[in-house]
């Protein structure tokens, strides 16, 4: 079985197991993912965005995680990291703890998961994806609560949809992402709003 086959929940276990210390870099992590590198590595990053109410981690991923998603928009068929970035490390205990607690949820979208509607996980259209990613990714960056949620969730459908090749599960994932981002836009343009009417009476 090829590591395109292993299932994305087994994927991250093994991903586990394959760590020989306490911390590893993301440039191992990045090494280890192969020619799965772009959907893996954002589904890793965004998975800690996925925990309601969790402050901090988030906001710290969010930026490479929108690193990650310019270099989908700029058509790079390969994920780079600057030695900075890459060197970053990453506990393997944080990381056996992703990998419990995601499992059962991905397992579940693994199951109703298949190839279809290729072409939005291909060039040119990827790019239209990526371009959406990073504008989710500045909605994580947004340090108000529950911001991180919705568009984490988003980027992991999105994320799986590349690697698992299904055109439709990245269709939903930028379908709720876009319709959070506009539902932000529209409070904040509401607030001010009221905010200058108020200044205004």
Known sequence: MTSQDIPISDRLDQLVAQAHSD???LDWVLAQLNERAFGLFLLILALPCCIPFLYGVPQV??????FVSVQILLGRTVPWLPARLGARTVAASALAGLARRAGPWLRRIEAISHPRLGALTRAPLDRLFGLALVIFSASILVPLP??????????VLVAMGFVQRDGLLVALG???GTAWVATLVLAGATLASLIRTWVGL
């Not at 529950?146 to 980027?155: D, E, L, Q, R």
């Open 23 to 25: 911390a590893v870099t």
């Open 61 to 66: 991923v969010a930026l490479p995680l929108m």
């Open 146 to 155: 529950g911001t991180n949620t919705v568009p984490g969730f988003a980027v």
């Open 174 to 176: 930028a379908l709720l």
